[in-house]
């Protein structure tokens, strides 16, 4: 990742992390390489945008680098800096020191050696630095719309080659973060994590609202006028949906519970807009509106037009 990662995101060192996140999620929507199919650029931002979230929000990792411990990349940083500027190897009395300190060769050893995760302890008999954990790998994972809505679990398959079902999590959306704890590279101490993101594939009848689903339902001129009971599709599958007599196209009715789960447990309605399509060149229609005599009033007087 080139650059700061606050600067990456665009946010102050000492953002929260809700800011951090509302940040990540507006990038990565705007750079996601669905939307810039021809442009490689975005592509390579939207990687960077994810490593920058990827360090800044894990408060472990946002900690060390905020300390200078892990450089953007999530590197350790050189342990052979450690002390600059605190003055030299000097003469005293009778004993090596660098800078103030009075020669406590553990420290210096530390200093040069405990953070790379070896074996030397502090001083005598002090606790040796831990062994570093595996390197942390990266999975994207598309979710289908309809199984994100009921949080359907997805099964994915791992670096290693072992599969998992993966339980998604309530309020889902595109650029969700789940993190798998020890699922990453293996190392001196332990395994890293298996980060994933969700990318929720669009569909080709519904839209999401927020929490809710839309969908624009064809009816026919009779049932518009008289009403009548249809067959709607929805994410749970279909159900039977009343359209109340004399209802005209663009009115919108609800289906409680039908959209997406809500990350306090409920769930969001679907919103059916009704859609009245006509045939073409029906003579007998043409003959009945022609004798209509409602037909001819203008239904857009209120509009002062």
């Given at each position: 990742?080139?650059?700061?990662?606050?600067?990456?995101?665009?946010?102050?060192?000492?953002?929260?992390?809700?800011?951090?996140?509302?940040?990540?999620?507006?990038?990565?929507?705007?750079?996601?390489?669905?939307?810039?199919?021809?442009?490689?650029?975005?592509?390579?931002?939207?990687?960077?945008?994810?490593?920058?979230?990827?360090?800044?929000?894990?408060?472990?990792?946002?900690?060390?680098?905020?300390?200078?411990?892990?450089?953007?990349?999530?590197?350790?940083?050189q342990p052979f800096g450690y002390g600059a500027g605190r003055g030299g190897f000097r003469p005293g009395n009778g004993q090596a020191g660098f800078g103030g300190d009075?020669?406590?060769?553990?420290?210096?050893?530390?200093?040069?050696?405990?953070?790379?995760?070896?074996?030397?302890t502090r001083g005598?008999?002090?606790?040796?630095?831990?062994?570093?954990?595996?390197?942390?790998?990266?999975?994207?994972?598309?979710?289908?719309?309809?199984?994100?809505?009921?949080?359907?679990?997805?099964?994915?398959?791992?670096?290693?080659g072992k599969t998992i079902d993966l339980k998604l999590p309530a309020g889902v959306e595109t650029g969700t973060q789940m993190r798998l704890a020890g699922k990453g590279e293996p190392g001196p101490g332990g395994p890293g994590d298996a980060m994933v993101t969700v990318e929720i594939q669009p569909h080709r009848f519904f839209t999401r609202d927020g929490d809710n689903i839309r969908l624009d339902l064809p009816v026919t001129l009779t049932e518009a006028v008289e009403g009548a009971k249809v067959k709607v599709p929805t994410a749970d599958g279909a159900v039977m949906l009343a359209i109340p007599p004399g209802s005209s196209s663009g009115r919108v009715l609800r289906l409680k519970g039908k959209g997406f789960h809500k990350k306090g447990g409920e769930r969001g309605d679907q919103l059916?807009?009704?859609?009245?399509?006509?045939?073409?060149?029906?003579?007998?229609?043409?003959?009945?509106?022609?004798?209509?005599?409602?037909?001819?009033?203008?239904?857009?007087?209120?509009?002062?037009?």
């Amino acid at each position: 990742m080139a650059g700061d990662p606050y600067s990456v995101l665009g946010v102050a060192r000492g953002a929260s992390e809700a800011e951090i996140k509302k940040a990540y999620r507006t990038l990565a929507k705007e750079l996601h390489p669905d939307r810039n199919s021809d442009n490689p650029k975005a592509a390579e931002r939207f990687a960077q945008v994810t490593a920058a979230y990827d360090l800044l929000g894990d408060k472990d990792k946002r900690a060390r680098f905020d300390r200078g411990e892990i450089d953007p990349d999530g590197n350790p940083t050189q342990p052979f800096g450690y002390g600059a500027g605190r003055g030299g190897f000097r003469p005293g009395n009778g004993q090596a020191g660098f800078g103030g300190d009075n020669g406590d060769f553990g420290d210096i050893f530390e200093g040069l050696f405990g953070r790379m995760g070896g074996g030397f302890t502090r001083g005598f008999g002090g606790r040796a630095a831990p062994p570093a954990k595996g390197a942390d790998m990266t999975y994207r994972l598309q979710v289908p719309f309809e199984d994100a809505a009921i949080l359907k679990p997805q099964r994915i398959t791992l670096g290693d080659g072992k599969t998992i079902d993966l339980k998604l999590p309530a309020g889902v959306e595109t650029g969700t973060q789940m993190r798998l704890a020890g699922k990453g590279e293996p190392g001196p101490g332990g395994p890293g994590d298996a980060m994933v993101t969700v990318e929720i594939q669009p569909h080709r009848f519904f839209t999401r609202d927020g929490d809710n689903i839309r969908l624009d339902l064809p009816v026919t001129l009779t049932e518009a006028v008289e009403g009548a009971k249809v067959k709607v599709p929805t994410a749970d599958g279909a159900v039977m949906l009343a359209i109340p007599p004399g209802s005209s196209s663009g009115r919108v009715l609800r289906l409680k519970g039908k959209g997406f789960h809500k990350k306090g447990g409920e769930r969001g309605d679907q919103l059916v807009t009704l859609m009245i399509q006509l045939p073409a060149e029906d003579a007998e229609l043409k003959a009945f509106v022609a004798g209509w005599e409602p037909g001819r009033r203008n239904p857009r007087s209120a509009l002062g037009v």
